[in-house]
C-alpha cells in the first residue's frame, strides 16, 4: 500500500472522529483491517519473509502434514463419510491446504471423494491461494464466509484465523469497568480513552468484578458469529473443526492487541492499514460458545504436544534421510521453533470442537465439561 493511500486512512479516521468523538477499539480495528479500500486485508501479501509476520505452515510442511494425519485420522472417526468437504478458515497463501491434502493423498483411500472449500476474505490472497492450489486432484472452491459453504460431512481447519478478529476493550477504572475506546489526543494522534460504563452482568466475567485499576478485559464478538456457522455445518452431518492459535484460558485480564509490521512489533496506531492488527484468542470463552450451541469441545492443547503426538519428530527423522547438511539443520530448527515451549509451543494451543455423535478425536483426550 502506498503511504499516500495510508495517509488516507489516518485522515478519514481522524476526520469521523473529530465529527462524532471516539471509536471503539473493535471499530478502530474493523476499520485497519477490513476498510473496504484501504484495510490490511484489501493489499498485497502479508505473509511470509518479505511479508509482516509468518505462521506455523509458512515454518515448515511438516506443520501441514501433521494437520492432514489429524484429518486422516478424523475423517476415520466419522467413519469415513463421503463426500467429504475439507474448509479452510482464512487460508493465507494455501500452502496449509496444499501440505494438507498431499497428506491426505498418500494415506486415506477415499482421496478422490474429497472437496475443498476455501473461506477467504482478501481478493488477493484469493489468487495466491488459486496459483498455490494449481493442479489439485480435488474440486477448490472459494466463499467470502463459512455461512456461504454448502452443508454436508465436513473437516473445518483454522490456523491463526481467530487472532484477525476486531475485539472489544473494556477498562477498569477506580469505579467500574469502561468500553475503551480510541480518541485523539491535544496534538491529533490517536490515544485510548475511557467510554462508557458498562453495567454490571453485561460482558465483563463476575470473577474481574474486583480487578485492580488499570486492568484490561478482552472480548470479541465475532466468535459468537463464527461458532454459530460451525454449528449449522454439524446439524444434520456429521463434522470436525480444528482450531489453532495463539492464545489463553481465560477469562483474564491483560492486553494481548498487538501490531506488526515487518516482523516488528510496533504501536497499534502506526500507520493504520499498513500493519497487521490482532489479538490473543480466549480459548475458553470459543469452548463455551461450542458447548452453549450444542457441540462438543475438546481442549485446548498446547500446539508442542499436538504436533508431537501427531508424529512430528517421526516425520523430521524421515526428512532427514534425503536431506543436505543444510536442510537436516533447518528441519531441527523448525521443529524446536514449532513444538518447543519457549518457542510457538505452548503459546499455540488446538482446540476441537465435533457435531455431538463424534468419539473424541485423536490426540485430544479431555471434553470440555458442557
Ligand atoms: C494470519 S493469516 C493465516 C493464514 C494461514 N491460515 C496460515 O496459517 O498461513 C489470516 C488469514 O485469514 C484471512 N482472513 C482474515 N480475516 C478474515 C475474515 N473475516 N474472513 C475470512 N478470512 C479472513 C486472511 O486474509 C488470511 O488469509
Known amino acids: 500500500m502506498s503511504d499516500n ?32 479500500q484501504h484495510g490490511y486485508y484489501r493489499q498485497g501479501n502479508p505473509l511470509g519473509a518479505e511479508g509482516d509476520f509468518i505462521t506455523a505452515p509458512e515454518i515448515s510442511q511438516m506443520f501441514g502434514e501433521m494437520l492432514g494425519i489429524w484429518c486422516v485420522t478424523t475423517w476415520q472417526a466419522m ?24 497428506s491426505l493423498q498418500r ?3 477415499n482421496f478422490e471423494m474429497l472437496s475443498v472449500h476455501l473461506v477467504e476474505r482478501s481478493a488477493t490472497l484469493k489468487e495466491t491461494q488459486k496459483k498455490t492450489l494449481e493442479g489439485s486432484l480435488c474440486p477448490v472452491y472459494w466463499y467470502n464466509s463459512l455461512s456461504e459453504v454448502p452443508e454436508g460431512p465436513s473437516i473445518i481447519i483454522a490456523n491463526e484465523f481467530l487472532d484477525c478478529f476486531p ?9 467500574a469497568w469502561h468500553e475503551r475506546v480510541v480518541g485523539l489526543d491535544d496534538q491529533e494522534n490517536f490515544a485510548f480513552l475511557v467510554g462508557s460504563e458498562v453495567p454490571r452482568g453485561a460482558i465483563i466475567p463476575s470473577r474481574l468484578f474486583n480487578a485492580a485499576p488499570g486492568s484490561v478485559f478482552e472480548f470479541c464478538p465475532d466468535f459468537e458469529v463464527v461458532m454459530k ?27 494481548t492487541l498487538q501490531a506488526l509490521k515487518g516482523h516488528k512489533s510496533v504501536t497499534p496506531f ?4 499498513d500493519v ?33 503426538q501427531l508424529g512430528i519428530g517421526a516425520r523430521a527423522e524421515i526428512l532427514v534421510k534425503n536431506a543436505s547438511e543444510e536442510q537436516i539443520e ?17 503459546l499455540f494451543k488446538a482446540l476441537c470442537v465435533t457435531s455431538p455423535s463424534l468419539d473424541i478425536p485423536a490426540p485430544f483426550d479431555q471434553k470440555v465439561a458442557s
Open 5 to 36: 493511500k495510508q495517509t488516507l486512512l489516518e485522515q478519514q479516521l481522524k476526520s469521523y472522529i473529530k465529527a462524532k468523538g471516539p471509536v471503539s477499539v473493535r471499530a478502530f480495528m474493523e476499520a485497519c483491517l477490513y476498510d473496504p
Open 79 to 102: 467413519a469415513n463419510p463421503v463426500p467429504l468437504q475439507i474448509i479452510e478458515l482464512g487460508p493465507g497463501r494455501g500452502t496449509l491446504m496444499a501440505d494438507i491434502l498431499r
Open 107 to 109: 494415506l486415506h483411500p
Open 167 to 175: 475485539i472489544r476493550q473494556f477498562i477498569k477504572t477506580d469505579r
Open 229 to 255: 456457522d460451525v454449528c449449522r455445518m454439524a446439524k444434520r452431518h456429521p463434522m470436525a473443526a480444528l482450531f489453532v492459535d495463539y492464545g489463553f484460558e481465560g477469562p483474564q485480564t491483560g492486553e
Open 270 to 273: 502506526l500507520m493504520p492499514g
Open 276 to 308: 497487521d492488527l490482532t489479538a490473543h484468542v480466549d480459548f475458553t470463552a470459543l469452548a463455551a460458545l461450542a458447548v452453549a450451541n450444542g457441540l462438543k469441545c475438546y481442549g485446548p492443547r498446547d500446539q508442542g504436544a499436538f504436533l508431537s
Open 330 to 346: 533447518k528441519l531441527a530448527s523448525d521443529v524446536v521453533r514449532l513444538v518447543a515451549p519457549e518457542h510457538m509451543g505452548a
